[in-house]
Nanobody
Framework: SQLEQRGGGYAQPGGSLRLSCTASGLFLEYYGVAWFRQSPGKKREGVSLISKQEGSPFYADSVKGRFTTSRDNSNWVHLQMDMLKPEDTGVYYC?????????????????WGQGTQVTVSS
């Protein structure tokens, strides 16, 4: 199975971008799908997770109220990123794991996308 990512690019502070992820061979509605990012000089961190767990979706504190993750009926998972800040800059990865997931431990995710650059700068 492979993950395909779309979206990302460049935005000014306060702007918006959207990332999307789909999979060949997987019906994403049956899995937990997370977004991670790796910012320059930092470790990769979990940003959002949509799963079957009560309370889903889950967000990192740094993006709560600004980012929204959702599924659609065409096997895509999206990350809508609003009110972007320069510290949101990084390479974003979608990752797929079990439907029970509620945390961002990377070992819990079996499939990873290729990564997409997001740059927020004035």
């Amino acid at each position: 199975s492979q993950l395909e990512q779309r979206g990302g690019g460049y935005a000014q502070p306060g702007g918006s971008l959207r990332l999307s992820c789909t999979a060949s061979g997987l019906f994403l509605e049956y899995y937990g799908v997370a977004w991670f990012r790796q910012s320059p000089g930092k470790k990769r961190e979990g940003v959002s997770l949509i799963s079957k767990q009560e309370g889903s979706p889950f967000y990192a504190d740094s993006v709560k109220g600004r980012f929204t993750t959702s599924r659609d009926n065409s096997n895509w998972v999206h990350l809508q990123m609003d009110m972007l800040k320069p510290e949101d800059t990084g390479v974003y990865y979608c990752a797929v794991g079990g439907s029970w997931l509620r945390e961002f431990g990377e070992n819990s995710y079996d499939y990873w996308g290729q990564g997409t650059q997001v740059t927020v700068s004035s």
